[in-house]
């Protein structure tokens, strides 16, 4: 693949090398650095002057230090001449902060963060956003350039084959109603029925109550959702589904972001297995929970990147195609 350059951001160099691996490329030369004072500096270790460029950088970890350093390095090999610069975000940092969703006298003063962060990738330079399962789609329509939002539904659907023998006798459950969308295009694929469990919170990371809409008696009930924070809905929602008859839980999630309580909760969760991808680094998280499972999706992310090279079409591709 000649005139493309890929570059691995800190955040999840496991990922990056994968895909380069994948790509039959070598990660090219950058240091990064921060100063005394924590700003972050970046040298780009090679010439990227008529270059496709490719920077793998996922929103996780210190996901305010990695935004930073995916701005500069982006506007460096922007600088530096590169005819494109590709911005590939596994997991994309504020997604959750796609609309103004607070109530009462704050409302007009809620941000739109993710609209803030797609402007920002705009302004340093990027030419072209890569990036998976976005919790919302419309952010897609943040960005004046192009946007390619892939899927981990192929890699799911193959997972679930492939490890759970009774997935003829699955059903595909939704932890709320926005993802009814996602759970009904899985469980057609699999010929299955679906069901959701609505939701209600009083406030951010906290549920008050669940109502279950569906049978799941005597069936493995599979939870899909696009992530999965500090958990407390996913183990509500297994608790909802062993007590409805459900004979085994699993739950499959894109992104497994395990903060706070997360890890102890599904330790101490009704589930066969929780499996994300890993578009966020879980090595560490395994070591303290067996129950975790991880579907890699390097390739998934290197076809993308040899597609759009290409100038081939990427969305069309991972939303109807099976791996």
């Given at each position: 693949m000649p005139n493309?350059?890929?570059?691995?951001?800190?955040?999840?160099?496991?990922?990056?090398?994968?895909?380069?691996?994948?790509?039959?490329?070598e990660l090219g030369k950058v240091v990064t650095k921060k100063f005394s004072n924590q700003e972050t500096s970046v040298e780009i270790g090679e010439s990227v002057r008529g270059e496709d460029v490719y920077i793998i950088q996922?929103?996780?970890?210190?996901?305010?230090?990695?935004?930073?350093?995916?701005?500069?390095?982006?506007?460096?090999?922007?600088?530096?001449?590169?005819?494109?610069?590709?911005?590939?975000?596994?997991?994309?940092?504020?997604?959750?902060?796609?609309?103004k969703d607070k109530v009462g006298k704050n409302c007009s003063r809620a941000p739109i963060s993710a609209k803030l962060v797609a402007n920002m990738l705009s302004v340093a330079g990027a030419d072209h956003i890569i990036t998976m399962d976005l919790h919302a789609s419309q952010i897609q329509g943040f960005f004046d350039i192009p946007v390619d939002n892939l899927y981990a539904e192929p890699a799911v659907l193959q997972w679930i084959k492939e490890n759970i023998l009774e997935w003829r006798n699955c059903i595909i459950v939704s932890p709320d109603a926005g993802g009814a969308k996602r759970v009904t295009s899985i469980a057609d694929r699999l010929n299955?029925?679906?069901?959701?469990?609505?939701?209600?919170?009083?406030?951010?990371?906290?549920v008050d109550r669940m109502v279950l809409v569906g049978d799941v008696k005597d069936r493995v009930a599979i939870l899909v959702d696009d992530m999965a924070d500090t958990c407390g809905t996913i183990c509500h929602a297994a608790d909802k589904l062993i007590s409805a008859g459900a004979t085994k839980v699993y739950a499959i999630l894109t992104h497994g972001i395990f903060s706070g309580p997360a890890i102890s909760r599904i330790n101490n969760a009704n589930f066969e297995a929780v499996v994300v991808t890993n578009t966020i680094p879980q090595e560490e998280k395994m070591k303290h929970c067996p129950k975790i499972q991880f579907i890699d999706i390097s390739m998934i992310l290197a076809e993308a990147i040899r597609r759009t090279h290409n100038g081939e079409s990427v969305s069309y591709l991972f939303s109807h195609v099976p791996l």
């Open positions: 493309i350059v890929l570059f691995s951001g800190s955040s999840h160099h496991d990922l990056s090398q994968r895909v380069a691996d994948r790509l039959g490329l996922s929103g996780c970890g210190e996901i305010n230090d990695n935004l930073m350093e995916l701005l500069i390095m982006i506007n460096a090999c922007k600088i530096a001449s590169s005819s494109r610069v590709t911005a590939v975000i596994p997991c994309f940092p504020y997604a959750r902060q796609d609309k299955v029925e679906f069901a959701l469990i609505h939701k209600e919170r009083k406030k951010a990371n906290e």
